[in-house]
């Protein structure tokens, strides 16, 4: 934030050949239209900002009103005063979850671009570099594009890191030594539908400002917007086949442990089966009743083992000749 203007965390001053000044206060208050393009960012979370915003800044309420908003989903709206565009960025700031998207939202007229957040967006800080460093927009079409740029490399990233992640887990589950593996996999299909939750309004807003921003974007601006159309598209449908194959997993893992289940329970039943006649027959001899066999006899006990032996013996046999075992 600039230390001479706490309302503004940036303000330039574009010069219409890639280059931009920074300036404070007090020029950006005395600021024309013919000074050349000029771009504020602010964070409306700052009363200061807000006031300025509601008060002194001169937009329409449309644009006000989006700018302040609490929560917001891409969208692009075009008028006689302006465009008005709300975008999302993954989110890349330290400790946080990166599908916890950011919003941008930017008011652009002729010759003036106020745009808007409520926490830090990486890419806004890329455009700032670039005219800090020549190599930046030149017009408020060219702004609109290279923030889109922006935006898709970090979501590009962001998706990369996506499917990177399937291939481990699909070599997890393959080798069989996936531990916590049911929580990644959640915690990767959260991740898939909340970025895709944005993207595909993302996509539309896009689509809808190349086919209505004639008046405001010159046929090189709109084709670079068509292309970044494109690669959230193509983001889109990296991300539904991330989602397919996360289900396949999750299947697959759900297999794996029905699998297990059932091996257990067969090695359960195998020996309940083989132990029933010897329970049957220790039983049987343990009735408390007169008469029964070997009561008398010294041998009594070791005639039973023999018995239980042979009758376990025999069931085992039986299963094996069966291939039950």
Not at 166 to 178: L, M, T, V, Y
Not at 261 to 266: G, V, W
Not at 305 to 313: E, F, H, K, L, R
Request: include cysteine.
């Amino acid at each position: 934030m600039n230390a001479s203007d706490p309302h503004f965390l940036h303000s330039f001053l574009l010069d219409g050949k890639g280059g931009g000044q920074e300036i404070d206060s007090t020029v950006f208050s005395q600021w024309s239209a013919d000074q050349g393009l000029l771009w504020a960012h602010i964070d409306v979370s700052d009363p200061e900002a807000s006031r300025w915003l509601t008060e002194d800044s001169g937009l329409p309420d449309l644009a006000i009103d989006t700018l302040l908003a609490g929560e917001t989903r891409p969208r692009s709206v075009i008028n006689k005063d302006g465009m008005l565009i709300v975008l999302r960025g993954v989110n890349t700031n330290p400790g946080a979850d990166p599908e916890d998207m950011v919003s941008v939202r930017v008011w652009i007229e002729d010759q003036r671009i106020i745009s808007s957040q409520r926490r830090r967006l990486l890419s806004v800080d890329d455009v700032c570099e670039s005219l800090m460093s020549n190599d930046g927009p030149t017009s408020p079409g060219e702004f609109v594009v290279a923030l889109v740029e922006q935006l898709a490399d970090r979501i590009g990233g962001f998706v990369d890191s996506i499917e990177d992640r399937i291939d481990n887990s699909e070599d997890e589950i393959s080798s069989g030594k996936a531990p916590g593996f049911r929580q990644r996999l959640a915690a990767l299909r959260r991740q898939i539908a909340e970025v895709r939750r944005f993207l595909a309004p993302q996509r539309d807003a896009l689509d809808r400002l190349t086919r209505q921003s004639n008046a405001w974007l010159t046929e090189a601006e709109a084709h670079g917007l068509r292309q970044e159309a494109d690669r959230i598209t193509r983001f889109l449908e990296d991300l539904d086949l991330a989602r397919e194959r996360a289900v396949v997993l999750q299947e697959e893992l759900l297999s794996l442990i029905a699998q297990e289940q059932n091996a257990r329970m067969y090695v359960l039943s195998v020996v309940a089966a083989i132990f029933l006649p010897l329970s049957f027959i220790t039983g049987l001899l343990g009735m408390n009743v007169g008469g029964l066999p070997g009561l008398e006899n010294s041998a009594g006990f070791a005639w039973s083992i023999v018995v239980m032996i042979v009758a376990g013996s025999a069931l085992l046999l039986f299963f094996r000749w069966k291939k039950w075992l």
